[in-house]
């Protein structure tokens, strides 16, 4: 399958990269119009690359979202990325982690070398402003400097999903967007799935958090079909009433914020189509604001044949805002099939809006065109895991708000990193990105 990398932009248009299958690092920033120290705009950034190295392709200034994280070329290192923040922290294979602010002029802000390069001698990495007054973050098995020369892997094609250029040929159908729908959900709603359709090609999912088709602000999802060559080959919206079969339901309700973040699934009833994860992080049905995460079981032409709710088995409170952040998750206990990460970054654990990570573990029920449903979880905060992981959030530090999968190491049986933007280490509200990686549930959680 042709695979592909996602960015939002700060006027909600989605920038779509195919990359061409190499298994090269690939990652997808960008920031909440926010700007660096240098007070520069923090940007929207695709970065992407060989096995000798990544560079970067601006979507535009002011773009959406918080944080990144992704293995280095070497595979033994991680690097993550804060944006609104202008920071940037990254580990050794000997587990050493450093971290830096993007300095003014941002030239040469920050160098992080002997990483362990994929082709051997080192990997580096830089970050500042790459020669366009935004903040830039370059990887790579040589960074000599902060300017755009050298050899670096370019895009296939670059196409842009947008209100703009919505009813073009290869584009989205007219009328999918309008004013305020807030299409990509801050960045966080926007995620490549598997083949829906069976043409081979990675298809996308992206949530539009304010929708108001059903209900006012209740929102929507869209399964839109990708061509090879990056256009679109056609659309499926999710939402209330609307692009469900089969007798499917979607209770949602005014500000539910339904497609607040999206995940792709793997194919769990068989069809050989895959599912799709997407949160309504301000869920009121069990108490205000508590939050909810979906389950759509997908058709071929991008309609949900069923649904499932996670919220009330995971004992969630008020203002919890469980589905924030979302990730699948590999398997972790040994069912072979997938898990979910689901923050809960409102969640008042130790004291008030500390968060936390739900590890959801999840069974199939009625084979071939069956659903999945909720089996048990794990919950991670500043006291539920205590003697398994060291996560240390304080009031109003938001653990949980967003959530990435990276490569798993060692014994571990996945690696996933969850930001805290409201933590307070080296300055206020300087945020943190937690690695945690996950054991069996026999073992507990390790960090």
Not at 402 to 417: K, W
Request: hydrophobic share 45%; net charge negative.
């Amino acid at each position: 399958a042709t695979h592909a990398a996602f960015a939002v932009r700060a006027d909600g248009a989605v920038l779509r990269v195919p990359l061409n299958g190499d298994a090269a690092t690939e990652i997808v920033a960008a920031s909440a119009g926010a700007t660096t120290v240098a007070a520069h705009p923090a940007g929207a950034h695709v970065y992407y690359g060989t096995a000798t190295g990544v560079t970067r392709v601006d979507a535009a200034d002011g773009g959406n979202a918080a944080a990144i994280v992704s293995p280095l070329p070497s595979a033994v290192a991680s690097l993550a990325v804060d944006a609104v923040r202008g920071r940037l922290t990254w580990s050794t294979a000997g587990g050493d982690v450093s971290s830096a602010d993007l300095a003014d002029g941002g030239r040469e802000a920050a160098l992080a070398s002997g990483v362990g390069g994929a082709v051997g001698g080192v990997a580096s990495v830089a970050a500042g402003d790459a020669a366009d007054a935004a903040a830039a973050v370059l990887v790579g098995h040589s960074v000599p400097a902060l300017h755009p020369y050298g050899t670096f892997f370019k895009p296939d094609v670059m196409v842009e999903l947008s209100m703009a250029t919505e009813g073009a040929a290869g584009r989205l159908a007219a009328g999918t967007v309008s004013a305020g729908d807030m299409f990509g959900s801050f960045g966080n709603g926007v995620a490549a799935i598997d083949d829906v359709d069976g043409d081979g090609v990675s298809d996308a999912l992206v949530g539009l958090q304010a929708d108001g088709e059903a209900v006012s602000s209740a929102g929507s999802v869209l399964v839109v079909m990708m061509r090879a060559d990056g256009s679109v080959k056609g659309q499926q919206k999710i939402t209330a009433g609307v692009g469900l079969t089969n007798g499917a339901a979607l209770a949602l309700a005014a500000e539910d914020r339904f497609g607040t973040n999206v995940a792709g699934m793997a194919d769990w009833d068989g069809d050989g189509v895959p599912e799709a994860a997407v949160s309504a992080h301000l869920d009121d049905n069990l108490f205000d604001d508590a939050g909810a995460v979906w389950l759509l079981f997908l058709t071929a032409t991008g309609e949900a044949r069923a649904t499932y709710k996670i919220a009330a088995q995971l004992g969630i409170a008020s203002g919890d805002q469980l589905g924030q952040g979302v990730a699948t998750v590999p398997d972790i206990d040994g069912d072979g099939k997938q898990e979910l990460a689901c923050g809960a970054h409102g969640d008042d654990d130790g004291g008030n809006d500390r968060g936390a990570v739900y590890i959801v573990f999840l069974q199939s029920v009625g084979g071939v065109g069956g659903t999945a449903e909720y089996r048990a979880h794990t919950k991670i905060s500043a006291t539920s895991g205590a003697g398994w992981v060291p996560v240390s959030p304080t009031d109003s530090q938001w653990f949980g708000y967003g959530i990435t999968l990276m490569e798993a190491t060692g014994s571990a049986a996945a690696v996933i990193a969850v930001t805290c933007h409201g933590d307070d280490d080296g300055g206020n509200e300087a945020g943190a990105v937690y690695v945690l990686a996950l054991s069996s549930p026999s073992s507990g959680v390790a960090a």
